[in-house]
């Protein structure tokens, strides 16, 4: 494991802890381009947004202000500028927007529309190994169907998308399959009437009763109830709430021992950690860090969000598990992966690992449940439950962590006891095999887990998570 105890309890288990497995290099050092306005020098130019977090500020503004003309907004990481759409026609929102220093882009499909795109394809197009979500920069519904979805099923999700017309929704095929990735930042474990369970956990919190508590996926919380932080010991934590499917895919449970402390961090290997500060949402186009006991820690990009995700039911062979209000991304992540945490450089609490299609070596969508609506549904606070937030020492760049395989990948640094680290600083270093799947992919020492992410009998799942496709992680 990755993560160690205080005597008698008083620790709780290292949010997301395992060794990092070379995430690909990213966040590169800011550039503040020129950013003149072809609109003449009376223009607002664009603002310089140094993170995601105050672009997702702006945007939220931008909405309140536009009302039903705003269409949606990414991040522009390479400029480090808020895109918006806006609805065409109305000099005057334009010019609103530029003001609030917004990069304008004015499209033609209103979210009203591309609402009513995603209502058509619930009700005739709710096929296991599907999935939707908006995409800002293309102004479109984005249609996705897994490798299962053949033969009449395929005829009846491509005539659907056609019928919605070639500007208001795409057709994209996954090579993998979309399942929950059920088998696990540190691993948690419990043992089912099948075998084992294992999952990730998110990020510690404090329930409404003020007692020590931690999030993670709904459909780990619905596999079992009681959960241990070793394979093999005494459950340390009981499910309170669980959601899984509907409207999100989130889990609170409650530590056993009252007094536990649990940190609000995220280890990422090496001895280091994150510290998390606050809950933040997700926006199109920022740089985003997963943590997972199966893989690691690898990094990518928000791609859509408010995504539904039709996930073959794992309970009736002819039924599909529908969720929705997820957040999509091209972040890898592997069977056991399921409940980890998704987090920004900068400590920002993201989301928790759901399930998508594919794994660490040839790439694939991913699916996440946003913490905020996980916090706002369950009653529970993010921070400290005993302990102060950053106990760990300084904080650490994630992206400095991801792709350091010396001592990132090696287990010992993983106790979760130590400095803080960067997470950029280890996916940045491409010496460190940041996208040399050798070492990254093959998580030896990592996803191995020594007998954990081997999930012999235990992350596999019975073929519900072993698939680290479109299954909840």
């Known amino acids: 494991m990755s993560h160690k105890r205080i005597p008698k ?13 070379g995430a690909a290099a990213f966040l590169l ?4 381009a020129s950013q003149d306005n072809a609109s003449g020098a009376t223009a607002t130019a664009p603002k310089t947004l140094k993170s995601a977090n105050d672009a997702s500020d702006l945007a939220a503004q931008l909405q309140d202000l536009l009302g039903q003309a705003f269409a949606g907004s990414y991040y522009d990481s390479g400029k480090q500028q808020l895109v918006v759409n806006v609805i065409s026609g109305d000099n005057n929102v334009v010019v609103q927007a530029e003001k609030a220093g917004a990069v304008v882009r004015q499209v033609q499909n209103s979210n009203s529309e591309l609402a009513a795109v995603a209502q058509t394809l619930k009700t005739k197009a709710t096929i296991p190994g599907t999935a ?6 293309t102004n479109k519904v984005v249609v996705t169907a897994d490798s299962t979805v053949t033969g009449t099923k395929w005829d009846t999700l491509q005539s659907t998308v056609q019928s919605l017309g070639s500007n208001m929704a795409t057709l994209k095929k996954s090579s993998g399959t979309f399942k929950t990735l059920v088998s696990g930042g540190d691993a948690i474990f419990s043992q089912v009437q099948d075998g084992t369970v294992r999952c990730s956990l998110g990020f510690n919190v404090t329930a409404s009763d003020g007692s020590p508590a931690f999030l993670t996926a709904g459909h780990c919380g619905v596999a079992a109830k009681d959960w241990s932080d070793s394979e093999t010991g005494q459950p340390i934590a009981t499910v309170d ?4 499917p509907g409207n999100g895919d989130f889990s609170l449970v409650k530590y056993d021992d009252a007094t536990t402390q649990a940190p609000s961090e995220v280890n990422i290997g090496n001895g280091q950690t994150v510290a998390i500060n606050q809950a933040v949402d997700a926006t199109v186009g920022e740089t985003v860090f997963r943590m997972g006991s199966t893989t690691g820690l690898h990094d990518g990009q928000v791609t859509g969000l408010d995504a539904t995700v039709n996930f073959q039911s794992e309970t009736d062979p002819n039924g599909v598990d529908t969720v929705t209000g997820l957040i999509q991304t091209n972040v890898c992540a592997e069977a056991g992966d399921s409940g980890g945490s998704l987090f920004t450089q900068d400590g920002g609490a993201v989301g928790m690992t759901s ?11 991913t699916f996440f449940q946003p913490v905020t609506a996980a916090l706002q549904a369950t009653g529970a606070t993010l921070g400290d439950a005993g302990a102060g937030a950053g106990d760990a020492g300084a904080t650490a760049d994630p992206s400095a962590t991801a792709g350091d395989e010396n001592g990132a990948g090696d287990q010992a640094g993983g106790d979760q006891i130590g400095g803080t680290a960067d997470p950029s600083a280890t996916a940045a270093d491409p010496s460190a095999t940041a996208g040399d799947q050798s070492g990254t992919g093959d ?23 072993a698939d680290g496709t479109s299954s909840s992680n």
């Open 355 to 365: 399930g998508g299609s594919g794994d660490c070596t040839s790439g694939g969508e």
């Open 241 to 244: 709430q669980a959601q899984f």
């Open 29 to 32: 050092p800011m550039a503040n």
């Open 443 to 465: 998580a030896t020492g990592t996803g191995d887990e020594s007998g954990t992410g081997d999930a012999s009998g235990t992350g596999d799942q019975s073929g519900t998570g």
């Open 9 to 21: 309890r008083k620790a709780a288990i290292a949010v997301g802890g395992v060794a990092a497995l």
């Open 132 to 137: 939707w979500a908006v995409d800002p920069k």
